[in-house]
């Protein structure tokens, strides 16, 4: 069975950072790229943008500038979203997505029905 398992998140103060990890399981990352979401309470789930489309809305008209970068790691099968100067607005489950045949250090593609395999999505709240 393929898989994303996501790990990471938690409570995060206002400010801070958070390190996400995605790790594939059953599959190699060397053919799929990865696309992240993120669902905010009582909105629908978004796509976070590469940072050179950090100028560029997300999908759900909520920009994150810049503050989100991602990167992969295909040796240890794992691709990371690293997140900086979070605030309560950030507060959402985070997902990882595989896509096949789309290998690139970042994937900003908002439609969910192109990606194959879908992590579990995790928790992250930004609070004091």
């Known amino acids: 069975q393929l898989r994303l398992v996501q790990s990471g998140g938690g409570l995060v103060q206002p400010g801070g950072s958070l390190t996400l990890s995605c790790t594939t399981a059953?599959?190699?990352?060397?053919?799929?790229?990865i696309g992240w979401f993120r669902r905010v309470p009582g909105k629908a789930r978004e796509a976070i943008p590469c940072?050179?489309?950090?100028?560029?809305?997300?999908s759900d008209g909520d920009s994150v500038k810049g503050r989100f970068t991602m990167s992969r790691d295909t040796v240890k099968n794992t691709a990371i979203l690293h997140g900086d100067h979070l605030t309560t607005e950030d507060t959402a489950t985070y997902y990882c997505?595989?896509?096949?045949?789309?290998?690139?250090?970042?994937?900003?593609?908002?439609?969910?029905?192109?990606?194959?395999?879908w992590g579990q999505g995790t928790q992250v709240t930004v609070s004091s």
């Open positions: 940072p050179s489309d950090s100028d560029r809305r997300s």
């Open positions: 059953g599959f190699a990352l060397d053919d799929y790229g």
């Open positions: 997505a595989a896509i096949r045949n789309v290998v690139a250090p970042c994937v900003f593609i908002s439609s969910e029905q192109a990606y194959h395999i």
